[in-house]
């Protein structure tokens, strides 16, 4: 899919790896609308702000009425509360579904009719390394991407017929905001970037950004011996 002069829509797009999407999607060459609860954060150039929480539906909605001819949809916009499943508040975990999950579908909804206006259009889900495999002290966030992961299937076949490509971008820590507390290997959100939107214009219906991904990606045939070893 030829990325330039498409319109895109990416949520989550007023820092960190939102925020890197819409500049490389403007740079080649589409028109972008730069989602966020407040638009007014949105500070990148040559793109347009709107306001939009995925958890609000009277918000989704109206950036639905809002814009016109989106082709490209990115939904990126997310949480990390770091709340355990066991020992978490309910209000955490509700966040994270209500983000990840419902805010995903929401989205995805409301932009589908745009996007069965084009012969050829694109999803991409920025889901990540931990829908494939669980640690117990995020769990809420780890459920909440493995919910993504699944519904981001059930909707490539349910969008296929309207010419809706939908794909999956999987990838384990990038140095933004959200991680800022980790002290392992993180990947540079613009490289991250670049990899999910060459995905896009290639077609591919899943993209493996980096090595852990990939390396959780061919253990998953393993089952829970091979995931969590100390368990099993």
Known sequence: MDITGKTALVTGANRGFGRQL???LRDRGAVVYAAARNPA??????????????????SV?????????????INNAGSGTGASLLTGDLADIRLELDTHFLGTL?????FAPQLAEHERSAVLNVLSVLSWVSFPAIGAYCA??????SLTNALRAELAGQGTRVSSLHVGYMDTDLTRHVTDPKSDPADIARIALDGIAAGETEIVADEISKQVL??????????YPQVA
Not at 106 to 110: E, I, K, L, N, W
Not at 218 to 227: E, K
Request: aromatic share 2%.
């Open 22 to 24: 819409a500049a490389q």
């Open 61 to 73: 909605a109206a950036a639905a009425a809002a814009t016109r001819d989106v082709s490209i949809l």
């Open 106 to 110: 929401a989205v995805t909804r409301a």
């Open 218 to 227: 061919a253990g998953l045939s393993s089952g829970v011996r091979g995931l």
């Open 41 to 58: 954060s949105v500070e990148e150039e040559g793109v347009t702000p709107i306001a939009l929480d995925v958890t609000d539906p009277a």
């Open 144 to 149: 909440a991407k493995a919910a993504e992961w």
